[in-house]
């Protein structure tokens, strides 16, 4: 068994070494997310769908928010997969290694395996709402252009958001029992600080700045950009912001759950 206290450099080998570990953790939370459900995978899509119903009839109908010349099913759901999908990630890796507590307790191996698993479940419902959009699209007669080329940078920029937030948010949810509480709040008070309903374009100049230090704005413009064609312009400088504030908010994740992993055997 290898003990704890190793240095960092053999700590990034074990995570290689027991890449099979993790595998296992990534598919038994699929298994057990769906299992026994009537609808398995489809709840994947249903909150995605549901919500986007729900917003369409609100921000679109009622409200009346301009849409930029796209059809606002399409506006809503591009933006909900990126959110669904950290907000997801945010709370399944939150309780992740409480609920691995016998395993932490017992065995060494590289904890930044557990939360990284658990943002891979979501990152897989992520794919599956994905399928949503592709309909979507064919029933609006709606497709991008080139700039879905960069679709893969924005994915990859939801992906490194979802993880470090969910390092955070898991060595917090260890550390602070009490900020289990806080999860919920986060990620529903969130949702309508980000531009889920309606495009950044309505945030008055004045406040893009300070609007723009929220990470999920960039990702989200960004997947509006890539899909919706030249409907919606990605600003250079909101652009440049974003990515580093991810890149931030990442290595301070790593940093912050390292820190704190030492702990983990006697806190869980």
């Known amino acids: 068994m290898i003990e704890a206290g190793h240095t960092s450099a053999r700590y990034w080998r074990d995570l290689w070494r027991y890449r099979e570990l993790f595998y296992f953790l990534a598919w038994r939370d699929i298994l057990v997310r769906y299992k026994q459900t009537t ?46 999908f950290f907000s997801s990630a945010l709370t399944n890796a939150g309780q992740s290694v409480l609920s691995n507590a016998q395993l932490i307790s017992k065995v060494y191996f590289p904890r930044l395996i557990v939360p990284a698993a658990a943002v891979i479940t979501s990152f897989i419902d992520f794919c599956i709402a994905g399928v949503v959009l592709v309909f979507l ?72 700045f300070w609007y723009g230090l929220n990470p999920m704005v960039g990702v989200i413009d960004g997947f509006r950009w890539s899909l919706l064609g030249g409907k919606f312009e990605l600003d250079p400088a909101s652009f440049t912001l974003s990515v580093a504030l991810v890149v931030v908010l990442l290595a301070s994740g790593v940093w912050f759950y390292r820190r704190t992993e030492r702990a983990f055997a006697d806190l869980v």
């Open 39 to 84: 609808l398995g995978i489809a709840w994947a899509i249903l909150q995605p769908v549901a919500t986007m119903i729900v917003g369409t009839i609100i921000f679109g109908r009622l409200a009346k928010l301009p849409d930029g010349g796209v059809p606002y099913p399409i506006l809503i759901y591009v933006g909900m997969l990126p959110w669904q």
């Open 137 to 208: 699209m064919a029933w609006y007669q709606f497709w991008p252009d080139w700039r879905v080329l960069a679709l893969p940078l924005f994915v990859v920029m939801a992906f490194a958001t979802a993880l470090g937030a969910g390092l955070w948010s898991t060595a917090l949810n260890v550390k602070y029992r009490d900020f289990r509480f806080v999860i919920p709040f986060l990620v529903q008070f969130g949702m309508y600080l980000s531009p889920v309903f309606f495009s950044s374009a309505l945030v008055p100049e004045r406040f893009r």
